[in-house]
């Protein structure tokens, strides 16, 4: 028995638990009750539901949203869209399942509340572009995260999930979760009949560009800590598109969005001599993707690869034109306040760097790579598709189910389906709660069942860093060093710098080889040997511990998704040196794991890609 295993145990009964109460798992908690009135639905949160997950801080505009109501757009324009700047590579029946729905998303959030800006002329959404509409959204989450509450029979706050449980009584089907309080420590173990995973993406995993005291300002959000794709890997379920790493060029230093400004006050961009770059690439770009450069909007990738290797040329820095457009006092406002709705902490930078973007045009830059399931990329889990689109291939249970039975995702967790954002990520939630309500429903009598041995052994696994930094810390030779455990800060940066220097981080200028990716390999594989000795010396630091954890599980998947693809699919996010170009003869296909936790072993495959849509 460990020192902390005395610990209380809370057990806790449920038909449905949602992990994550961000927008996915909040369209997911509603979802659930609309469809399962008398069913007992728990979301977990490792957070507060109320400022939580990605959109915490607010948005200023929806990122997807069709306008079916105006003949705005179909929704499969919008699996056109999605198609194209993923360079082809799309489950077009999750992405037009999601299309189809996402109006209707968007109107309850305008009925709860929620302000959407109006065209004074025509009275419909202010369009910030083709798919985005513009909303006053500094309470975005609290407003959506309100339904949730009113919806779940219980929220459970500030408990961080570490592991799934599984069924005792059939293999490959799921029987809860477990986590701790990240308050008073009680361990928590929940039962349930079918679990949705929506807890985020993955930021973290490769260095940031802003280290020491600046390393939680990164443009995703520090606390997506890989959770969604840790869990199910842990459990087996297949993922796939995990190599589909994103970068982001966002302005200097405070990572400030760029889309409002692009499509809302057309700015654009130069090189440093005033210059327009993006034609100096095309000749080259074309001779890695082919036609796919032709393609309209020109993939976002693509635009990343022009600015880096503009950058590469000694052209740099790269400007965003807004002298131009803040001389008009309406685009100067709608300047700002883009920033107040989701990201102050860019006008904090311009104040504190001297910047006035009507005299100085501001830098911009790229990110280091994060994974994610909803943004211009689409890592994640396998998941079975719509009964009445997807092709036979991609169906085996309930929509939205993973590879393991009564383990279902939404938003960031799923992949394969680019461009969810929120409203899609909620809409992608609400489907597959009421799949999983189905899923529940059609159990009967064969429910699953929690082994006590297992998650008592799990207790012991979650304490462990407390009792490792609680007999070691009387060793300490210097500072914070210890000749027997690490600290999850000491792991995070030894984690960031396999990655960043083996897989395609900014140090590398985003590439990397086999010979780069087989030894990053192995760099991992020593590190997870060394989390076994991960000391935490409070609650706070054991919730870092399990971060780091699912991390390096996360990290693993994409390193091993990379060295799988022989090619460079997404120039502007990652390139494979030894295969530079895009192969769509043998790379036409999603790359599928399965990691194997006995063995520690991956096992990767292809997929088709079926294009549903002309
Ligand atoms: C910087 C940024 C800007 C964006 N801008 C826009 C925009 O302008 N418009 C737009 O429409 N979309 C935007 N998006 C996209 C949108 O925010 C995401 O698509 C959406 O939030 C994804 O939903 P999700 O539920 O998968 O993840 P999240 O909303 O991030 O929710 C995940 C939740 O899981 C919780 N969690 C994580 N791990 C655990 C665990 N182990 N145990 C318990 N809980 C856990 C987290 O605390 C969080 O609450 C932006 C995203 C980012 C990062």
């Not at 041995?453 to 810390?473: F, M, S, T, W």
Request: glycine content about 10%; proline content about 4%; charged content about 25%.
């Amino acid at each position: 028995m460990g020192l902390f295993t005395r610990r209380k145990t809370v057990l806790v009964d449920s038909d449905i638990l949602i992990i994550g109460g961000g927008m996915g798992g909040c369209g997911a908690t509603y979802e659930s009750r609309y469809w399962g009135r008398d069913l007992k639905i728990v979301c977990v949160e490792k957070a507060n539901i109320e400022r939580s997950g990605a959109v915490a801080q607010g948005l200023y505009a929806i990122n997807c949203y069709m306008g079916m109501q105006w003949n705005e757009n179909r929704p499969e324009d919008h699996v056109r869209y999605a198609r194209n700047d993923l360079m082809g590579l799309v489950r077009e029946d999750l992405g037009y399942d999601i299309a189809r729905h996402v109006d209707s998303t968007v109107h309850k959030f305008e009925e709860w509340g929620l302000p959407i800006m109006r065209d004074p002329k025509t009275g419909r959404y202010q369009r910030e572009g083709k798919w985005q509409i513009m909303i006053h959204g500094e309470s975005y989450k609290p407003i959506v995260a309100e339904a949730a509450r009113k919806a779940a029979t219980e929220v459970y706050n500030r408990i961080m999930v570490t592991h799934l449980l599984m069924d005792k009584t059939k293999p490959n089907r799921v029987a809860g979760a477990v986590g701790f309080s990240v308050r008073n420590g009680n361990f928590y173990v929940f039962r349930a009949k079918a679990v949705i995973v929506a807890a985020g993406g993955a930021s973290h995993i490769f260095k940031p560009r802003a280290v020491g005291e600046g390393m939680g300002r990164t443009w995703y959000a520090p606390w997506s800590s890989a959770s969604a794709y840790a869990l199910p890997i842990q459990v087996g379920a297949t993922m796939t598109q995990m190599e589909n790493r994103i970068v982001l060029t966002r302005f200097k230093d405070g990572y400030g969005p760029v889309g409002a400004y692009f499509l809302h006050l057309k700015t654009y961009t130069q090189n440093a001599y005033g210059q327009d770059y993006e034609a100096f690439w095309y000749d080259s770009i074309k001779k890695m993707v082919g036609d796919y450069v032709d393609r309209h909007p020109v993939p976002t990738c693509l635009r990343n690869h022009a600015l880096l290797e503009e950058v590469k040329a000694g052209r740099g820095p790269i400007r965003m034109v807004t002298k131009e457009a803040f001389q008009d006092p309406h685009k100067e406002t709608v300047g700002w306040e883009n920033f107040l709705g989701m990201t102050i902490g860019q006008a904090v930078v311009w104040a504190s760097q001297n910047i006035d973007p009507k005299e100085i045009n501001p830098e911009l830059t790229t990110s280091e790579p994060y994974v994610m399931g909803s943004h211009a990329t689409c890592s994640g889990a396998w998941a079975s598709g719509p009964e009445d689109c997807a092709p036979s291939e991609y169906q085996w249970g309930y929509n939205r189910m993973m590879t393991v039975a009564g383990l279902f995702g939404a938003g960031d967790a799923i992949g394969g389906s680019a461009h969810k954002f929120s409203s899609g990520s909620f809409t992608e939630g609400r489907i597959a709660g009421k799949a999983a309500v189905k899923y529940v429903n059609d159990l009967g009598k064969d429910q699953p069942q929690v082994s006590e041995a297992e998650y008592e052994d799990l207790k012991r696994i979650v304490y462990k860093p407390l009792e490792n930094y609680e007999i070691g810390r009387n060793e300490i030779v210097a500072g914070t060093v210890s000749p027997s455990y690490i600290l999850p800060i000491h792991g995070l940066q030894r984690l960031e710098k396999i990655m960043d220097e083996y897989v395609g981080g900014i140090s590398a200028n985003y590439t990397t080889n086999e010979p780069l990716l087989s030894r990053g390999i192995e760099l991992l594989g020593m590190l997870k040997e060394d989390l076994a000795h991960l000391g935490a010396e409070d609650l706070h630091q054991l919730q870092r511990a399990w971060e780091l954890e699912h991390r390096v599980l996360a990290s693993e998947s994409v390193t091993q998704h990379t060295l799988f693809r022989a090619e460079t699919r997404w120039p502007g996010y990652y390139y494979r040196a030894d295969h530079p170009k895009l192969d769509d003869e043998d790379w036409h296909c999603f790359t599928l794991s399965r990691y194997d936790r006995k063995s520690g072993k991956w096992e990767m495959e292809k997929a088709p890609v079926y294009h549903l849509i002309d």
